[in-house]
């Protein structure tokens, strides 16, 4: 039998997803794969009933449907203060996961660097890899998750091709404050770098964080590849809509990759989904108060584990700190988690280039019910039951 190519043996298949199999398998609380146990506004499920009335059902263009990108361009210009032409300077894709895939091939050649910060949500380094270049990585450290300045501008002067900027940050639940944002851009125009930017936690931001929209910062729209998706916004991951933001000659490239690697996204879903875009104000606020009720709901509950953990500033991801349980191996602890407690979560160490293996990641985009449930389980983490545990 033919060998398969040497790349795909640079990485292994999600952790993420993987757990989330995992879960399945064992009836277990899946707080791993983040997405919501609780339906997408009902605007947009009697839009989707419309939707398979209507003459949708072949291959929408393949940059996006029109009706879909101008109600996009609306809403990212009504928060970003932005001009987004809906021609211009965007392509619909398959979730922020394909958007990312055709930033990084449209901004890297084989051989180049890409800075990814450490931890990082594990698809950059595959997309890095499937692309031809090399990831190289600079750590955000606990508990804030700052970098170090000097050591980003070493990454740089390396010879970097693109930064990837996840913000809001999956796994650490960092916002980047407009401060560091501005010094990442400095950097990026002294190394002439793309900024790949992932956010589509934007709406998921815990007072007093506020998200800063990249490619509004001054001067950052030419060298800016913004990534997003509409899977958080509006609940609805399994839509797979997401789309990529540049500037037109950037965008003209990118839409090659796009249509040759998917053609298009679910052309129905895209007409569905223009009802989320056209949401008031007040829908965005009351995602953000829905969020900031299940973090402290999950936070107060992980507390009485007596376990340590990160207070995300936006985002829905929760690093807690299972060292005390003993066990050397994450993923051994997140099986146990799953058998054991009946609650899944994703091994640190998939989103860590330092080996690591003191974190386990839960999320809580979860209804109360299913939160509730989870903590009465997480409680048996609490001591003294603790020291009964395979110790290793
Ligand atoms: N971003 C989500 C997570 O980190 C999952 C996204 C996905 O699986 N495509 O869990």
New binding site residues.
Partial sequence: MPHTAERLHAFTE?V??GM?RLANAHNAINL????PDFDPPEELLAALERAARGPHHQYAMTWGAPRFREALARKINRFSGLDIDPDRHLVVTC?S?EAMMVAMMTACNPGDKVIVFSPF???YAADAILSGAEPIYVALRAPGFDYDPAELERAFAQGVKAIVVCNPS??TGKVFRREELLHILALAERYDAFVITDE?YEHIVFAPHEHVYFAALPGAFERTITCNSL??TYSI?GWRLGYVQAAPEVIAQARKVHDFLTVGAAAPLQEAAVAGLELPAEYYAGLRNLYAGKRKLFLEGLAKTGLRFTEPQGAY?VLVDISPLGFAIDTEAAEWMVREIGVAG?PGSSFFREPENRYL?F?FAKNEATLCAAIERLQQLASPIRRKWPQR
């Fill in positions: 999600s993420i997803r989330t791993s794969q983040g997405f979730g996961t949500y594990e698809n999956n796994p589509p899977s958080k991951t991801y994703v990641r999320h």
